[in-house]
């Protein structure tokens, strides 16, 4: 692979993400974490990608490929002497539509979408008991946006609104 410094570099928050082009024209998405304790979230994360990857969904999914050492976590040390640790996954094919507002492609998304879903459903089922799930969730929910406060009432405000406007009487 090239040095991941000279290669495409993509933002993200809790992590370095690069883009990276192996030899054979291979390209590969190779995330950098500065944070040791995110390392039960990766290979959670990564257990769910594999249980998915199993299932007949109509997509294909970023798994990340293991070490030498069948770990799909490669311990590193970063410039400043700090612990952290890698994840490489393929970089999967696709692109952004040019029109979002498509029907046929807003319905497939559902599909593909509803595929997930029901995926998903069933996941608990089929993770191995050997995989621990994170004792923290992926994200505060309850803090995503400074201008929701409290998402939960706003949603239930939101949906009080909607039964509303679906009972008032029609063209009045």
Known sequence: MQDPGSSQRCGRINNLT???EATDGHAYILRLNPDMGRIAHARYEAAVLEV???QQLPFLLPCPIK???GDVIVPLERETGAAGFATLAPLLPGHHPENRGNLVLAANAGVALASLDHAMAALQTCLSSEVDQPNSSFGDLAHIHP????????????SRCS????????GT
Do not use: C, I, N, Y
């Open 52 to 54: 998915l990857s199993q």
């Open 67 to 69: 070490g030498r050492d």
């Open 147 to 158: 201008q929701v406060p409290d998402p939960l009432a706003a949603l239930q405000r939101s």
């Open 163 to 170: 039964r509303t406007s679906e009972a008032a009487p029609k």
């Open 18 to 20: 690069w883009r990276v």
